[in-house]
Each structure stands twice: as structure tokens, then as C-alpha cells.
């Protein structure tokens, strides 16, 4: 079993930055291709951004392009999502997500293939 919990989230203002962290535990990162969703009260999961296990491709959603990194030190077993020029719209919570696939699958993106998933980190961007 692998265990993931999210850090980071907080409170900022529009135009400002957060790092979230996902520390697993449990089994190596190193296998697992490694993705951030969001998801708000009474809306779906959505795919925001995923890595390769490799760290060698990232992808993300066309809502964060440009604003948002993500990042993966297997040595640490943590996976990093850097959001830059923050919105009120990126405010939601944040999930951590592990597929044992070694390519990031459309499955992923839909969430269907999602083997492990963390419990959230909420992000509140105040305008």
C-alpha cells in the first residue's frame, strides 16, 4: 500500500504562490506516475497536472498552463506542485494522486485510473 499526504495549502491573495507537497510512504515513488486534482464542494475531481516517474514529462491542464509546476524528488519520495499567479478560481482542494503505470494514461487524466489518491490540502485564494 502506498500512503500519500498532501501539505501546503493555506490562505494567500490573488497573484501570489503556494508549493504543495505529497509525501508517500509505504513504497517507493520511483515506479509511479505522480498527478495533482482538484476538486470543490459539489463538483467533480478534476486533473490538474501529472508527472512521469521518471520526472522527464510533465502534463498539465489547459486552466494551469503556464502558472503551475510540477515536480518530483523520488530520493524524498515527494511529489511538488508549485502554483504561481494564484486566482480566487484555483481556490479548492487539492489531491495528490499515484498510478502504477509508467506513462501518464488518459485513464489518469479521468481519474478512473487512480490507484492511490490523498486525503487534500485546501487552497483559498482571497481576491
Known amino acids: 500500500q502506498l500512503q500519500l499526504v498532501e501539505s501546503g495549502g493555506g490562505l494567500v491573495q490573488a497573484g501570489e504562490s503556494l508549493r504543495l507537497s505529497c509525501v508517500a510512504s509505504g513504497r517507493a515513488l520511483a515506479t509511479y506516475t505522480m498527478g495533482w486534482f482538484r476538486q470543490g464542494p459539489g463538483t467533480e475531481r478534476v486533473w490538474v497536472a501529472a508527472?512521469?516517474?521518471?520526472?522527464?514529462?510533465?502534463y498539465y491542464a489547459d486552466s494551469v498552463k503556464g502558472r503551475f509546476t510540477i515536480s518530483r524528488d523520488n530520493v524524498k519520495n515527494t511529489v511538488y506542485l508549485q502554483m504561481d499567479n494564484l486566482t480566487p478560481e484555483d481556490s479548492t482542494n487539492y489531491y495528490c494522486?499515484?498510478?502504477?503505470?509508467?506513462?501518464?494514461?488518459?485513464?489518469?487524466?479521468?481519474?478512473?485510473?487512480?490507484?492511490?489518491w490523498g486525503k487534500g490540502t485546501l487552497v483559498t485564494v482571497s481576491t
Open positions: 508527472i512521469t516517474p521518471s520526472g522527464l514529462r510533465s
Open positions: 494522486a499515484a498510478d502504477d503505470e509508467n506513462y501518464f494514461s488518459n485513464d489518469f487524466r479521468i481519474g478512473l485510473g487512480v490507484d492511490y
